[in-house]
């Protein structure tokens, strides 16, 4: 749970961490990856309580340390950390903004993808809502679970890439070649394992990309980030990903909605 507070007159936020309950689910999704080799899709340990709290101040750091965009630890406790702001919701600024607002702020985070992950930065879930803006710069939020427990650091800069795509490939329905483009040019600096493991994942996703589209909103949605990531580096990138992000990484089993 994250509330805002105000500390010392400047708006700060209240992270508290409950106890972990996904080992169903992540352990189903383990098992996906594993069976058809999507390493990048793997989900690491959900730790819940002290446990995430310290995964949490500890990428946190990591991430300041490398010049990434994080809040700033301001205080700790038992379970809880006291975060600084650095900027907006980039969810609600994606949805608040006309067509060529969205290529500004989409080509901001990719570009601050970029910068980080060549500097040896990874973030594990660069989702619109785990992303900031704040008029200037894109900041990065949420920091839980650290992947490089379970994989690399090349199959974790890939797993980046394929769930950022997936979260705006909502915005670029009617534009998806523009979205393909700019991520092609953002991604063109990416060392040649990660293309390649994102090539590798999204290349064994295109059949079930391709079947998904006439399900229903979340399936096309995560076809057209597939195909798009797949198209923007000539390898591909993302599909059983979304199931790991939009399907787990908040809680609930959704993928059984797509067959409804």
């Not at 961490?17 to 996904?22: A, M």
């Not at 702001?85 to 600024?93: E, P, Y």
Request: net charge negative; hydrophobic share 45%; with cysteine.
């Amino acid at each position: 749970m994250v509330e805002p507070i105000t500390l010392e007159g400047q708006r700060a936020w209240l992270k508290q961490y409950g106890e972990g309950s996904r080992a169903v689910a992540l352990g189903l999704l383990n098992f996906v990856a594993r069976r058809f080799q999507l390493d990048a899709l793997r989900p690491p340990p959900h730790r819940g309580g002290d446990a995430a709290r310290q995964t949490e101040a500890r990428r946190l750091g990591e991430l300041q340390a490398q010049g990434v965009n994080v809040p700033t630890v301001l205080g700790s406790g038992h379970a809880a950390l006291v975060l600084g702001d650095n900027g907006s919701s980039f969810n609600t600024c994606l949805r608040e903004a006309d067509d060529a607002g969205r290529d500004v702020l989409v080509s901001a985070a990719m570009q601050a993808m970029a910068a980080a992950h060549a500097r040896g930065a990874y973030f594990g879930q660069p989702l619109p809502r785990n992303l900031t803006w704040d008029g200037q710069n894109v900041g990065f939020i949420d920091f839980e679970e650290d992947p490089l427990e379970v994989m690399d650091l090349d199959q974790a800069q890939a797993r980046d890439w394929l769930m950022f795509g997936y979260g705006v490939a909502k915005y670029y329905a009617d534009r998806p070649q523009q979205l393909q483009a700019m991520m092609a040019e953002a991604m063109d600096g990416a060392q040649a394992p990660v293309r390649e493991h994102a090539h590798a994942v999204t290349g064994r996703l295109q059949r079930l990309a391709k079947a998904s589209m006439g399900i229903g909103r979340s399936a096309r949605a995560l076809a057209h980030a597939i195909l798009i990531v797949h198209g923007a580096t000539t390898l591909g990138v993302l599909m059983v990903l979304v199931v790991c992000v939009d399907w787990f990484a908040d809680g609930q089993l959704d993928l059984l909605e797509l067959l409804t």
